[in-house]
């Protein structure tokens, strides 16, 4: 396996991204939702750097089945998540690829009556994307490669690792 970034440089970036994210919130209270399982390490990292009273909680949504890389129909699971009306929301997921995930999610949320919606991926894939929506907080842009490590998975496998490493 190829290291695309390696854990040194994720770390950097996490806290950059940590430190605009307070500086906008300014102290406000947060709900941070991220998308399970994939920003699993991302938003475990993140939340630890953040200045501000936060809320953490989950939503599944999976577009990715069993061994295939083909996206389906996005299913979105919502019963962990607690009343949102009023609140500050941040959403977190792991990846931007074509777009349908987050602009989903980013919809289903407004509908639940959230007092306003930021979005925070990890890596944003170039030229994949089918849905125009733009992340207001990005790691890192990586070419059309499939990726694993550090919340990305294959069929469930190498999440765990500390790096972001290009699948062959
Ligand atoms: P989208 O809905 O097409 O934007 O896809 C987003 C979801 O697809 C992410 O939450 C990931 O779970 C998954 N995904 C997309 N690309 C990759 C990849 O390269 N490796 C692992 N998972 C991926
Ligand atoms: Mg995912």
Do not use: W
Not at 18 to 27: D, P, Q, V
Not at 138 to 144: A, S, T, V
Request: proline share 5%; with cysteine; hydrophobic share 40%.
């Amino acid at each position: 396996m190829k290291t695309l970034i390696d854990e040194e440089t994720i770390k950097k970036r996490v806290t950059e991204i940590a430190k605009l994210i307070s500086a906008e919130f300014n102290c406000q209270p947060i709900t941070v939702v991220a998308v399970l399982t994939g920003a699993l390490i991302f938003v475990s990292d993140l939340v630890r750097l953040l200045n501000l009273p936060v809320r953490i909680c989950f939503v599944r949504a999976s577009s990715y089945r069993g061994e295939t890389t083909v996206p389906g129909d996005l299913n979105i699971d919502s019963s962990m998540l607690p009343d949102i009306q009023g609140r500050n929301i941040l959403l977190v997921d792991d990846i931007l690829d074509s777009g349908h995930t987050l602009s989903k999610l980013t919809s289903y949320l407004k509908d639940k009556g959230c007092k306003n919606i930021r979005t925070a991926v990890l890596l944003r894939k170039i030229g994949r994307q089918e849905h125009p929506i733009e992340p207001d907080y990005c790691g890192f842009e990586i070419p059309d490669k499939f990726v694993v490590g550090y919340g990305l998975d294959y069929n469930d496998e190498y999440r765990n690792l500390p790096f972001i490493g290009e699948l062959d």
